[in-house]
């Protein structure tokens, strides 16, 4: 941008400013209160009210014979075209950071609010709250597989592995998105998994994947901030292997938990908005899923004990003492 077109730009601005609380002014009548000639105006007034506008500091009106006219609606909204006006004159930036990829949860920090991606976010967000047909900015294809397993120590409730998304700050199910050199979706569960878990190689005569489901969700990326469509294959994992070796920041969650829209790992959040509209379309939703692993073996008492001695050795210690206690009342 030239000094002059800054210039032009900043004067617009502030004569706009000027105007608040005088009544309502005509594209017509703002050029010459800029100093523009004809010409110029024609071109620089539509441009600036377009822009101001999309930040809701104006408010169209019309004159008594008619003519479209701007009103300034407030003091504050003056302040912050007087405040754009001197950030375009000297040339410094509002937000920046647009070459960091991720966004945050409140509570914002001033830096994280001013942070291209972040505000991208909050925009979008608000853009598809108002509009909920708005149109995305990007289209993304996504691979999730569902790795279901009994919880230790907790009967046979089920729990679900999740990966950590460091870009996006939040919490996933294994997966992510598909390649160009990925065949099909199948090819990027399996290229994902081998990825995030430590060790893990697919093996068909062993790992079957099946599909569950496509599930489209429309959203901001917490990644980009854009407005995207989601188009999300799903996948069940059953293996033949007793267990998995996730990689770091992995975190197995319980299914009432994973479907809980206010549940946190610490700070982050779970990203499950297309899982939670899977799972209504599901014969028994989740809980009908069969398990990812195969049932485990009956351990015998010999090998109960090896295992957890101390807590064999303190339930002996128990019965023992209440047959004693019992004894007296025997005699």
Known sequence: MTDA????????????????????????DLGPLAGLAADEASVAVPMVLALAGVFGVLREESTPDGTRATTVISPQAAYF???????????????????????????????Q?????????????????????????????????LVKSRARRRGSRARYLLQYDVRARQYQLAGGHARGSDADPRATAVR???????????????????????????????????????????????TEMEQLRPGPGARWVDEADLLDGDFRIGRASLNVTALSRLESTLPGGLRGLPWSFPDPPRRGLAEVISDRPWEVAGLMIGVIGLALSLIPLLL
């Open 113 to 145: 609010v001013l942070a291209g991606p972040q505000f991208l976010h909050l925009a979008e967000t608000h853009r598809l709250t108002v509009d909920p047909g708005a149109q995305p900015l990007r289209e993304v294809d996504v691979v999730q597989v």
């Open 81 to 111: 075209l007087r405040s754009l006006a001197a950030h375009v004159r000297s040339g410094h930036t509002i937000l920046d950071n647009w070459e960091r990829a991720g966004t945050d949860t409140e509570p914002f920090t001033a830096g």
């Open 5 to 28: 077109l800054r210039t032009t730009t900043a004067v617009l601005l502030e004569r706009l400013a000027d105007r608040q609380g005088a009544g309502p002014v005509t594209a017509e």
């Open 192 to 238: 994902e998994l081998e990825e995030e878990l430590d060790g893990y190689a697919h093996r068909p005569d062993r790992d079957v994947l099946t599909e569950l489901g496509v599930v489209e969700a429309v959203q901001p990326s917490r990644t980009h901030g854009a407005l995207s469509r989601y188009r999300m294959t799903f996948f069940l994992l059953k």
